[in-house]
């Protein structure tokens, strides 16, 4: 495949890279050259260079990948996470935004010139800005230990686990990645809304049909991983070397709707709510 987004021959490490968008974007990277390096709780079927085992919810788990990963990243995808339930609040809070953090801030000392990093969050995070106060201690708490910490004393602040960790994530990434810049590092988080993923049956069971659906938009379907992953490639890329502390919403024009009064989310979670009872 023709490289016109500049990754062959660069070093890039994929959070995720067993299924969905993960799979979707460690595919892409390997058909245009790169070196990945894929990190998973579980084995991936993707030709990656190397495969390391991670779990995110464990600090030896981070450090032990950190170490086999080495020097030298031009890029980080960080994309695993989980659904929520069946999972714990605390372990999904965990995964999807204390550990994703920690590996990114483990690996700063070994980027390259230049480094891109993007994480994944989700639609299911809009609103944070409304939030920030209230997030930023958990934001501003300094590694692994802390923020773990800060969640179990909190355990108001993180029930369902997987709306929390959005918000947190999106904040995380703006606040940080403004001071990231100042390195040239460049830091920035990707919003998808829903997508016919491996984690959809369990946001499902936990949300349901109708309410994933809600979130859909003037689309009127959900997004294939690869329709995520693409735009992820892109923003990761060397040809968007001035974007950072961003949030691009891969939502099918959900947000545009909803903020121009086209949606009203209230109006539908209502309904949602009156129906089921």
């Not at 260079?49 to 960080?78: N, R, W």
């Not at 918000?167 to 606040?175: G, P, Q, R, T």
């Not at 329709?227 to 968007?240: H, I, K, T, Y």
Request: aromatic share 6%; with cysteine; charged share 15%.
């Amino acid at each position: 495949m023709h490289d016109p987004l500049l990754y062959e021959g660069k070093r890039v490490v994929v959070t995720g890279c067993a299924s969905g968008m993960g799979e979707a974007v460690a595919t892409i990277l390997v058909e245009l050259g790169a070196e990945v390096i894929g990190l998973d709780v579980k084995p991936t079927n993707v030709a990656v260079k190397t495969y390391i085992q991670v779990d995110l919810k464990d600090k030896a788990s981070i450090d032990a990948a950190v170490s086999e990963i080495g020097a030298g990243i031009d890029s980080i995808f960080s994309i695993a996470g989980l659904p929520g339930s069946p999972f714990s609040d605390l372990d999904t809070v965990l995964v999807n935004f204390v550990g994703a953090r920690y590996l990114v801030e483990s690996l700063l000392p070994v980027l390259n010139a230049g480094a891109s990093i993007i994480c994944t969050a989700s639609n299911a995070g809009l609103g944070w800005q409304q939030d920030l106060e209230a997030l930023m201690p958990a934001v501003a708490t300094p590694g692994f230990d802390e923020g773990k910490a800060w969640c179990e004393a909190n355990p108001e602040a993180i029930i369902t686990g997987y709306y929390p960790s959005k918000k947190l994530l999106n904040a995380w990434v703006a606040w940080r990645g403004a001071q990231l810049m100042q390195q040239g590092i460049r830091l920035n988080c990707a919003n998808p809304g829903p997508t016919d993923s491996a984690m959809m049956p369990a946001l499902e069971v936990q949300n349901g049909k109708a309410m994933i659906d809600a979130f859909v938009g003037p689309s009127g379907r959900r997004a294939s991983s690869a329709e995520q992953a693409w735009p992820m490639v892109f923003l990761n890329s060397p040809r968007c070397s001035y974007v950072a502390a961003e949030a691009i919403h891969i939502d099918g024009g959900f947000l545009g709707a909803m903020t121009t009064g086209q949606i009203d989310v209230n109006a539908i979670l209502a309904d949602l709510s009156s129906t089921a009872g």
